[in-house]
């Protein structure tokens, strides 16, 4: 960083991004973050007040470039589908955010789907309750199935978390988005 480059938030986020990607979230301290600025750690703490803040921005923003809603309404059967085929896709393809779930605050992005999720229930005339119930359902059967894709593949998701999950063969990745289709499926026939 040069010293007429100004540090900002969305700065520290995308060169963390940058760590996290090359190597999971533990390559993303604040040590090393600082290193890849050319600033001290404690330029980085003037923006965040610790790692967990620095890690919730961050998943925030992969929450948010996620783009997981649908571009418009349907019914809330399409809509979960979707919705839960696209968290996969998401989740698949970085899985080193899971270790992250009920570890830091959420952010307006969670919300924003969770929101918007409860919507879609609340018009097809969910209770509250019932399509609360439903989302978190939905993304258990979401990072359960992509667990088990890792655990499937061989190839472990990068962070601890991961270690939990036992090895059940070999499958196809058409077989595994099968297996993801026919939970959310049950899910959706159990509110029926």
């Known amino acids: 960083m040069t010293a007429r480059t100004a540090l900002s938030r969305a700065h520290i986020l995308d060169s963390a991004s940058e ?7 533990a390559n993303a301290s ?3 973050l600082a290193a890849r600025l050319g600033v001290t750690p404690m330029a980085i703490y003037r923006h965040f007040d610790n790692a967990d803040a620095l890690n ?3 998943f925030d923003s992969f929450i948010r470039e996620a783009s997981v809603l649908p571009a418009r309404p349907g019914d809330w059967q399409t ?4 919705v839960s085929e696209n968290m996969y896709a998401a989740l698949a393809a970085s899985p080193h955010w899971l ?3 009920g570890k830091v605050r959420l952010g307006s992005a969670a919300f924003e789907v969770l929101e ?3 919507e879609v229930f609340d018009a097809d005339g969910f209770s509250r309750t019932d399509a609360v119930r439903a989302f978190f359902l939905m993304i258990q059967s979401v990072m359960g199935a992509v667990y088990l894709n890792y655990s499937i593949t061989g190839e472990a998701p990068r962070e601890d978390s991961a270690k939990a999950v036992l090895m059940l063969g070999e499958l196809d990745a058409l077989a595994q988005q099968d297996l993801l289709r026919q939970q959310i499926h049950n899910m959706i026939q159990s509110f029926q």
């Open 30 to 32: 604040m040590r090393k």
């Open 79 to 82: 809509w979960l589908l979707h």
């Open 56 to 58: 919730a921005a961050m």
């Open 99 to 101: 270790s992250l779930v």
């Open 19 to 25: 760590l996290v990607a090359e190597g999971g979230l």
């Open 116 to 118: 918007a999720c409860i």
